[in-house]
């Protein structure tokens, strides 16, 4: 009887064990694949990665044509008008997405990156070109990685969010980031964006409209 009991036991655990692996693994996965900061000892950290596979909310472009600037110009000191010559490509995992079409703030830990293509080949004064569908603004080459973190203990003196970038430049972007001076980045966000968590929730529909779908 004793060892009937035994064998039971032992064959619940093992039941219990496999259940376990089966459920947590998934969860672990999850978990890797929405997290993309590494701080290094030094304070800067690495260049995300996975953040493709992310929610896509937006991709505002103003086009250094549209500027009084010569388009796609990578001389040295720069050439444009346009701070942001452009498509910013935005991606925010799918758990801070939600949390915020629910309270209206990101939560502690979010990143937001933001990859940057030139516009494709512009023929036009104004940057553009013409493709069969018409006159427009098209997607070019990779150029460049900015990502912002919200982390009230690290950027309290920025509103929460601290702000890097890994290169405005072709591909392969830089490996690792400083945090980015106020006067570059965190004080036009505080000035202008204070009010929606620091982030230009105006040009994401996305986030703006909350579609529920």
Not at 30 to 47: K, Y
Request: aromatic share 12%.
């Amino acid at each position: 009887m004793q060892k009937y009991l035994l064998l039971v036991i032992v064959g619940l655990g093992l039941t219990a064990s496999a259940v376990y692996l089966v459920v947590a693994k998934p969860v672990a996965a999850a978990q890797t694949e929405q997290s993309s900061v590494v701080f290094n000892a030094d304070g800067t950290v690495q260049v995300p990665t996975g953040f493709r596979k992310w929610v896509f909310v937006g991709a505002p472009l103003t086009p250094e044509g549209l500027n009084d600037g010569k388009y796609n110009c990578n001389q040295p000191g720069g050439c444009t008008r346009s701070n942001f010559p452009e498509y910013h490509h935005v991606y925010i995992a799918q758990k801070n997405v939600d949390a915020y079409l629910k309270t209206g703030e990101f939560p502690e830990g979010t990143v937001i990156v933001k990859e940057l293509t030139r516009v494709l080949n512009p023929t036009f004064p104004d940057s553009s070109r013409k493709e069969p569908s018409g006159r427009g603004y098209f997607n070019g080459a990779y150029n460049g990685i900015d990502m912002s973190i919200k982390d009230s203990k690290r950027f309290a003196k920025t509103n929460n969010w601290g702000f890097f970038t890994f290169g405005h430049h072709a591909l392969p972007y830089d490996k690792t980031s400083a945090e980015r001076p106020v006067a570059e980045c965190a004080g036009c966000h505080i000035a202008n964006v204070a009010a929606t968590d620091m982030t230009w929730i105006q040009f994401y529909p996305l986030l703006r409209d909350k579609p529920g779908y």
